[in-house]
């Protein structure tokens, strides 16, 4: 989880700075949209909303890391207190003997 989170967030940013450089260009620009090993020739307005819809599913992706992190980590916390309980257990039985 710890890796996966930055490298979302680096496309994020990486997706607004592209988009962010593409307003200012004239709608007369020629831009390329890479696609696997290719490029596309399209006009500034696609590019723009393509880069959006990249940056939503940024954080789509964002929020979902965020809810499992938080999972594990109850998930984790709940083990420990049942780890715990049982020691306590443990150490009450061999008292009692």
């Known amino acids: 989880m710890k890796l996966c989170e930055p490298v979302v967030k680096t496309g994020k940013h990486k997706y607004q700075l592209t988009e962010k450089g593409s307003t200012s260009l ?25 880069l ?11 929020e979902l890391l965020e809810k499992k992190k938080a999972f594990l980590q109850k998930s984790l916390k709940d083990q420990e207190d049942g780890r715990e309980l049982v020691k306590q257990r443990k150490g009450a039985d061999l008292v009692a003997k």
């Open 26 to 50: 004239s709608e007369h620009t020629r831009v390329y949209l890479s696609v696997g090993r290719m490029f596309l020739l399209t006009n500034v307005q696609y590019m723009c909303e393509d």
């Open 52 to 62: 959006k819809a990249k940056q939503e599913k940024c954080d789509k992706a964002i």
